[in-house]
């Protein structure tokens, strides 16, 4: 069973930075595919970013692109979500998920298709 477990989430202000990390535990790591997402209150949770199996193929949202990066390391079984010049319209739930496509270059961007989720971290950007 796969478990993930997010941290650093916290309170800053626009235009601070922000490193999210998604500790990866119980499965095989180098066959999980690693998506974050974001939800509001009362809304669907939305794709922020996903990475593949394969280290070298990855997906960032328009709506973060050339703010956030993600990035795996296959060494801590981590997987980085990097945020900078954060915006108070980035205030989420931020989520990471593992999916196990057998592909290993194939980047999973919908939550259905993830069958496991973290517990979620907090993001409050200030204006």
């Known amino acids: 069973q796969v478990q993930l477990v997010e941290s650093g989430g916290g309170l800053v202000q626009a235009g601070d930075s922000l490193r999210l990390s998604c500790a990866v535990s119980g499965g095989t790591y180098s066959r999980t595919a690693i998506g974050w997402f974001r939800q509001l209150p009362g809304k669907e949770r939305e794709i922020v970013a996903a990475?593949?199996?394969?280290?070298?193929?990855?997906y960032i949202a328009d709506s973060v692109k050339g703010r956030f990066t993600i990035s795996r390391d296959n060494t801590g079984n981590t997987v980085a979500l990097q945020m900078n010049s954060l915006k108070p319209e980035d205030t989420a739930v931020y989520y990471c998920?593992?999916?196990?496509?057998?592909?290993?270059?194939?980047?999973?961007?919908?939550?259905?298709?993830?069958?496991?989720w973290g517990q979620g971290t907090q993001v409050t950007v200030s204006s």
């Open positions: 990475i593949s199996r394969r280290v070298d193929r990855f």
């Open positions: 998920a593992a999916a196990t496509p057998l592909d290993p270059f194939l980047i999973v961007i919908r939550p259905s298709e993830y069958a496991h």
